[in-house]
């Protein structure tokens, strides 16, 4: 039996990369000093696998940015935009790699960056690789051979992680047309036998191949592919020992083709599919070794020992011991690094703490499970068996977990709590008695601009250099500023501006109960950016209402209508930690239950028109296609739950800020919120076109301009799209506001763009 792990977080146990990343790009750190960061976080990685007992430590799954745009690099597939960069002798390889990251702004270029998407249904975004017709590739950056050198000086034959030759080709993007990026494979598999000869040569024994598309839904084409490529690639190397892994994924349909593939070892995620190993196990032929992924890269939970050890038992008695590997379900990046750093009680209890396990915890987990597995566990290995049975066991009942008044409100939903008294056309002529609004109705999407000023006062607060009153009367001054401002500029239906918000979940969290926090729980989102997830731990409920204070204390300021402002359970969901001991989709309905408690506050509190935040709904789709319709059913009745308690004259709104609504566009309508915000400026409409085919009879808001970029739109421009918009959608059901909340922005730009924006609505509702 052996032990590995697919890769490491890479950001440094202190985020010591972001910060040398970042000194790097603003001039304050030479290029040597950030290779040096670099190259200590490599070194630490490894030393701690050591010491904890691992038996193959990757290399290469280090990067500087992202690991898609170093293959990119790798395999030189670098857009012709960037060839000035390269030109310039002054420019290291890693300038170009962070002109293709971040874009390139200086010494009169102007290069555009590379896309940035996220990475399968993480909340991890890689960089897009571009592909042309006829496509080239050659070896180009060399650190996959550079780091496995850099192990080996350390002492570790370490195991180099390459995103497989298909999954490669399969997340990139075709920029013109006529050409199936598939085909490109012949010109690129030479640059991946090359990269093999080098590390052959170097003295690497392992190799492994990340091929997370076997896990999701293939064309023929490219199962065909599969098979011939890495039929060559052993041919080329009939000593090089290869692990494939798949991840977030079930292998289902293509278990016969991944165990049919020449690989010595084929990696499968048992926390996303627990249900494939018994088939799996039944069909690999002899000469695959099978790696279980047990601890889950994903979460923070530490593993159920128990049920693991089960998992391993199955496997070893079918297959024999060496032919098991144990591992963690996916690469440990999506986990944040050290439990340890969680110091202070008063953040994070531990009792809570106690039921944790970060990334570092879950490489000790690993190997533990294998001395425990094997029967030869050592004294450290049997008192982390029973301190991991002590902390099972006392989740399982946990008064701190379980609350079971929510567990009873959640059983007695009823497809009623689900529906609005009346059907929308009702409603809308009931809001309209009340709300009295004009044609095209002019709103924002929520914040107005968070200033370092607001920013300070919240951070005074935290530290205690402000009371809570002091900060409570600053935020009033701004609530009451932004009111006036609304008001004096004709803006239809107003908002507070969430000046008392820090993120749109966390601000949620920080007034749930149930909801952890932690100091250094930081992830790697983008690049340098990291995000530090709240942890839902237990049942989801709201002790005290959350923002009727802030609603309530808005709408007293004026007679027009201010909007309430919440975050949905969906979004809440997506953005978490969850709980693993029951399905999403439950904790998701006490969310829900507990969003609703707070819309019908806000009603009660005189607030007609409320808006709960839904941008996170498409993310949270399944990566197979099968499984959407299951998902769409809880998420749309989740926002449902939380919207339909109130009478028919209160107008619930919705916002999401993605592009493509056409596969899910009946899910959106049976949302049947009264309006949805949705981001469409930067497609020039073309997204409404999906309302419009649709017939969707709600009203839209589509957004008439771009909140991303700091450019002041004009009147006329946003006319112009008004009138496309009603070139496709019927005047009565439009309305008129900017794509996103306006957090980011100055308020000079805000200022400009509002004014245009309102004058814009009314010219559209003059000339109607
Ligand atoms: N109401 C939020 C805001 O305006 C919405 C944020 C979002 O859609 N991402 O900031
Ligand atoms: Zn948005």
């Known amino acids: 039996m052996q032990t590995h792990i697919l890769g490491s977080p890479r950001i440094g146990r202190h985020r010591e990369l972001k910060k040398a990343c970042e000194q790097y790009w603003s001039g304050k750190a030479s290029l040597n000093e950030l290779l040096e960061t670099g190259k200590t976080i490599c070194r630490q990685n490894w030393k701690m696998q050591q010491e904890a007992g691992i038996d193959l430590i990757p290399c290469n799954d280090f990067s500087y940015y992202d690991q898609v745009l170093d293959m990119t690099l790798t395999v030189g597939a670098i857009p012709e935009r960037y060839k000035e960069i390269t030109a310039r002798t002054s420019n290291s390889e890693l300038d170009l790699y962070f002109a293709m990251a971040r874009g390139y702004q200086q010494d009169g270029l102007d290069i555009t960056a590379m896309e940035m998407t996220k990475w399968f249904d993480t909340n991890y975004h890689y960089i897009v690789p571009e592909f042309q017709k006829n496509q080239q590739f050659r070896l180009f950056s060399k650190k996959i051979i550079s780091e496995f050198i850099h192990a080996k000086q350390a002492g570790i034959n370490a195991k180099p992680v390459i995103i497989g030759p298909l999954t490669y080709l399969l997340l990139g993007k075709e920029k013109e047309e006529g050409f199936d990026k598939l085909d490109l494979i012949e010109n690129l598999l030479p640059v991946y036998i090359e990269i093999l000869k080098e590390l052959e040569k170097h003295g690497a024994n392992w190799i492994q191949f990340d091929e997370p598309f076997l896990g999701l839904d293939l064309t023929e084409k490219a199962k065909e592919i599969y098979q011939s490529v890495y039929a060559e690639i052993r041919k080329q190397f009939p000593d090089l020992k290869f692990i494939l892994t798949t991840y977030f994924e079930g292998l289902k349909d293509n278990l016969s083709l991944a165990a049919s593939l020449p690989a010595d070892v084929l990696h499968i995620d048992l926390v996303r599919c627990p249900e494939q190993l018994e088939q799996v196990l039944q069909t690999i032929p002899q000469t695959l070794s099978l790696s279980l992924g047990i601890v889950d890269g994903r979460n923070i939970w530490k593993n159920d020992f128990e049920k693991s050890l089960a998992f391993i038992q199955t496997a070893v008695s079918t297959i024999g011991s060496d032919r098991v590997f144990i591992a963690p379900s996916c690469s440990l990046l999506h986990a944040p690094f050290d439990l340890d750093l ?35 566990a050592d004294y450290q290995a049997l008192q982390q068996y029973a301190e ?52 095209f109705p002019t709103t924002t999407i929520g914040s107005f601009p968070q200033t370092k000023e607001v920013r300070t006062w919240r951070s005074k607060f935290k530290k205690g250099d402000l009371t809570a009153e002091q900060y409570d009367t600053l935020l009033k001054k701004e609530t009451e500023r932004t009111i006036r401002w609304q008001e004096e500029t004709g803006i239809d239906v107003l908002v507070h501006g969430e000046f008392e918000r820090n993120d749109l979940v966390e601000y949620f969290g920080e007034q749930l109960s149930v909801f952890a926090f932690t100091q250094n729980g930081w992830v790697q989102s983008y690049g340098s950016r990291c995000v530090k997830p709240p942890v839902i731990y237990g049942d989801v409920h709201r002790p005290h209402p959350m923002t009727v204070y802030w609603s309530q204390y808005a709408q007293s300021l004026t007679q027009k209508w201010v909007k309430g402002m919440l975050t949905g359970p969906v979004t809440i969901l997506q953005w978490s930690f969850v709980r693993d001991d029951q399905p999403r989709s439950l904790t998701c309905k006490q969310i829900a239950l507990a969003i609703r408690d707070e819309v019908n506050d806000l009603e009660k509190a005189g607030i007609r028109i409320i808006q709960i935040d839904e941008p996170a709904i498409r993310e949270g789709l399944p990566l197979r296609r099968s499984g959407w319709q299951e998902y769409l059913k809880w998420a749309v009745e989740a926002f449902r739950i939380s919207a339909s308690g109130v009478e028919d004259a209160t107008q619930i709104h919705t916002h999401m800020c993605y592009s493509e609504f056409n596969d899910i566009i009946q899910n959106i309508a049976d949302m049947d919120a009264d309006v949805i915000t949705i981001e469409c400026s930067r497609s020039q409409m073309e997204l409404l076109q999906a309302f419009a085919d649709f017939k969707y009879p709600n009203d839209i808001g589509p957004g008439v301009y771009d909140i991303h970029s700091p450019r002041v739109p004009s009147k006329e421009e946003m006319l112009e799209l008004l009138k ?24 000079d730009e805000t200022e400009k763009a509002l004014i245009a924006m309102v004058e814009a609505s009314k010219e559209a509702a003059a000339a109607h």
């Open 342 to 376: 969680e110091t202070d009680e008063k953040t994070l209890s531990p009792e809570i703490k106690q039921w944790m396990a970060f990334a570092k915890q879950k490489v000790y987990e690993i190997v533990a499970l294998k001395k425990l597995a094997s029967g030869n």
């Open 724 to 747: 496309k918009a009603q070139a496709v959608i019927p005047a009565q059901q439009l309305w008129v506001n900017p794509d996103c909340g306006l957090k980011t922005r100055h308020w």
């Open 388 to 439: 991991n049975k002590k902390a099972v066991d006392t989740r399982k009942v946990s008064p701190l977990i379980h609350n079971q008044e929510v567990k009873d409100r959640v059983e007695v939903i009823t497809e009623d709590d689900a529906r609005r008294n009346s059907p929308f056309s009702v409603r809308k002529e009931e809001q309209q008695k009340v709300l009295q609004l004009p044609l």
